[in-house]
T-cell receptor
Framework: DAKTTQPNSMESNEEEPVHLPCNHS???????IHWYRQLPSQGPEYVIH???SNVNNRMASLAIAEDRKSSTLILHRATLRDAAVYYC?????????????FGKGTKLSVKP | DSGVTQTPKHLITATGQRVTLRCSPR?????VYWYQQSLDQGLQFLIQ???????AKGNILERFSAQQFPDLHSELNLSSLELGDSALYFC?????????FGPGTRLTVL
């Protein structure tokens, strides 16, 4: 599986936008970019995913570089509840594989 | 609430023992995944079942086994437990893209 690189930690102020970067220079054409987050003492939860185009949903936006070697998860207004570990994961579709390969992720702290 | 339930929430046992963790997926989800989260290894995929059949295997030890029943619930069996098996065990279910994770079972091996 192609690897992703994320900063170990980031800090943000409440109600400000947060940009969480992810590098995936060895991404292949069939890899989708997924983001999950894990709040303290909870299981991971899906945030967003995309292939080539930028994506928006109620939780976040995903900006994907034109060469697809990097992406950025954007939280438009961070809240205290967004403090979590954010995982950027590459996932291939098709065939029988569907499991997620988690890296170390980025621990996001949100200050009031 | 993800709709995935796991029992028990906590489990404390001794080395050498055997335990069974249970997972009920979201209604209608055919795929069930098991993950292990420990401090040193992070979140690791163990095994996936799809509609009763094993679909993919990850870093699952031979002492561990799983199955998915006709009603789609799944069980993860851990035997000959060692101290290093102490971890959080998550189950996730999926119908398509998104995986929905349960709250986990915290296993402590003494």
């Amino acid at each position: 599986d192609a690897k992703t690189t994320q900063p170990n930690s980031m800090e943000s102020n409440e109600e400000e936008p947060v940009h969480l970067p992810c590098n995936h220079s060895t991404i292949s054409g069939t890899d989708y970019i997924h983001w999950y987050r894990q709040l303290p003492s909870q299981g991971p939860e899906y945030v967003i995913h995309g292939l080539t185009s930028n994506v928006n949903n109620r939780m976040a936006s995903l900006a994907i570089a034109e060469d697809r070697k990097s992406s950025t998860l954007i939280l438009h207004r961070a809240t205290l509840r967004d403090a979590a570990v954010y995982y950027c994961i590459l996932r291939v579709y098709g065939g029988s594989q569907g499991n997620l390969i988690f890296g170390k992720g980025t621990k996001l702290s949100v200050k009031p | 609430d993800s709709g995935v339930t796991q029992t028990p929430k906590h489990l404390i046992t001794a080395t050498g023992q055997r335990v069974t963790l249970r997972c009920s997926p979201r209604s209608g989800d055919l795929s069930v995944y098991w993950y292990q989260q420990s401090l040193d290894q992070g979140l690791q995929f163990l095994i996936q079942y799809y509609n009763g059949e094993e679909r993919a295997k990850g870093n699952i030890l031979e002492r561990f086994s799983a199955q998915q029943f006709p009603d789609l619930h799944s069980e993860l069996n851990l035997s000959s437990l060692e101290l290093g098996d102490s971890a959080l065990y998550f189950c996730a279910s999926s119908a398509a893209v998104e995986q929905f994770f349960g709250p986990g079972t915290r296993l402590t091996v003494l």
